[in-house]
């Protein structure tokens, strides 16, 4: 890439000394804080799902990807419900921290809605942004699963194996109603 191609937001550091990050205070020294701190990121994602699904819900035309998204909305509500359960196993108060990956996820979900007509092409952007926001959920579940396990905290990774399970089968959904209906219909 050349460098006038470059958006010219992004910076390249001059040495590899300049992408030493200085720690802040309090920063992690355990895998077990870091679990921790990444439990508090998706309790605080998933209860911002639940508050952002019946947007999409609402401007969702197909019948298939709207009666998706509610159930997940569902399925989601009882998710912040079994991060609490982890919580407590932990013996950690259940407290979310800003997760700034999904504010972003969701703030390009609302642009999507503002620059797609209504229909099958906004149904088309929909499922887009929601299976962004699956894959990062993916990602996020996968890893905690895994920390859970090194820590030897079993419960915990039983209960986040579901989430991860719900998670992918959200996202297998959305595949199958972008195939079948709205991609075609988009594309017309
Ligand atoms: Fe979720
Ligand atoms: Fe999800």
């Known amino acids: 890439m050349k460098n006038s191609d470059k958006p010219n937001d992004i910076k ?14 309090g ?11 990444s439990l508090k990121d998706i309790y605080w994602a998933e209860n911002a799902l639940v508050n952002a ?11 298939a990807l709207a009666s998706a998204i509610k159930e997940h909305h569902a399925v989601t509500q009882n998710q912040v419900a079994r991060l609490e359960k982890v919580f407590e196993l932990l013996g950690e108060n259940a407290e979310g921290k800003k997760c700034e990956a999904m504010a972003g996820l969701l703030k390009e979900g609302d642009s999507i809605l503002e620059e797609t007509e209504p229909g099958a092409v906004r149904d088309a952007g929909i499922i887009a942004a929601s299976q962004k926001i699956e894959h990062y959920e993916i990602a996020t579940y996968g890893t905690l699963v895994a920390f859970a396990k090194t820590l030897g905290e079993n419960d915990s990774a039983k209960l986040l194996t579901q989430t991860l ?21 988009a594309a017309e």
């Open 53 to 63: 699904l019946p947007k999409m819900v609402g401007n969702a035309t197909s019948p």
């Open 165 to 185: 399970a719900e998670e992918k089968e959200a996202n297998c959904l959305l595949s199958d109603v972008a195939l079948n209906a709205v991609n075609i219909v």
């Open 27 to 37: 920063a992690a020294t355990s895998l077990r804080e870091v679990f921790i701190d």
């Open 12 to 25: 390249t550091p001059n040495s590899t000394k300049d992408t030493i990050v200085k720690p802040v205070n």
